[in-house]
């Protein structure tokens, strides 16, 4: 088995501490009673012999009393150079399109630190016609002090990825 697809189950084993930790912002407002559900990583071609985008992780969350679902879109990204905004746009678009979702939120988790692209703005000097960010989670500028003692499995498994203070005495 490769690392990615042990990165996926990770977060398919601990579906709600993996959206606590990777999109903490957006997790903090689901309930307990939610439910969480993996969906179905290969995207919809239009023609047949297209190619066909997959995701490394969407899930949907929906709960009582909200009329609309929210997805995540759980992006891993080993290098931020092969990193693509625009990659990213078209799958969160596709998906929103597919399961006629208007709540769709992206997340990039950044294994190695880099530099990367966070937003993308389609616009003229009149006008803004296409704003698109993503939450990120970038692994390898996260302190990983302030995980050690963390009670979600998550962040815990993850500490080795983590950036060290260099006096630090913690053990990875």
Same mark, same amino acid.
């Given at each position: #088995?490769?690392?990615?697809?042990?990165?996926?189950?990770?977060?398919?084993?601990?579906?709600?501490?993996?959206?606590?930790?990777?999109?903490?912002?957006? @997790?903090? !407002?689901?309930?307990?009673?939610?439910?969480?559900?993996?969906?179905?990583?290969?995207?919809?071609?239009?023609?047949?012999?297209?190619?066909?985008?997959?995701?490394?992780?969407?899930?949907?969350?929906?709960?009582?009393?909200?009329?609309?679902?929210?997805?995540?879109?759980?992006?891993?990204?080993?290098?931020?150079?092969?990193?693509?905004?625009?990659?990213?746009?078209?799958?969160?678009?596709?998906?929103?399109?597919?399961? &006629?979702?208007?709540?769709?939120?992206? !997340?990039?988790?950044?294994?190695?630190?880099?530099?990367?692209?966070?937003?993308? !703005?389609? @616009?003229?000097?009149? #006008? &803004?016609?296409?704003?698109?960010?993503?939450?990120?989670?970038?692994?390898?500028?996260?302190?990983?002090?302030?995980?050690?003692?963390?009670?979600?499995?998550? @962040?815990?498994?993850?500490?080795?990825? #983590?950036?060290?203070?260099?006096?630090?005495?913690?053990?990875?």
């Amino acid at each position: #088995m490769n690392h990615d697809q042990n990165f996926k189950n990770l977060i398919l084993d601990y579906l709600r501490q993996a959206l606590e930790f990777f999109a903490k912002p957006e @997790a903090e !407002v689901i309930p307990e009673n939610a439910r969480i559900l993996p969906v179905r990583q290969e995207q919809l071609q239009e023609r047949l012999g297209e190619r066909f985008r997959e995701l490394d992780t969407p899930l949907l969350v929906e709960w009582p009393g909200v009329q609309e679902a929210v997805v995540f879109v759980l992006e891993e990204e080993s290098d931020p150079r092969r990193f693509s905004i625009h990659r990213l746009a078209h799958y969160c678009i596709d998906l929103a399109e597919l399961l &006629t979702l208007g709540q769709v939120v992206p !997340v990039v988790i950044f294994l190695r630190p880099g530099d990367y692209r966070q937003e993308l !703005v389609l @616009a003229t000097a009149q #006008m &803004t016609y296409l704003s698109f960010r993503y939450l990120v989670c970038d692994l390898g500028r996260l302190a990983a002090d302030e995980y050690l003692q963390s009670h979600n499995v998550v @962040a815990r498994v993850l500490l080795p990825l #983590m950036q060290y203070a260099p006096d630090s005495n913690s053990e990875r």
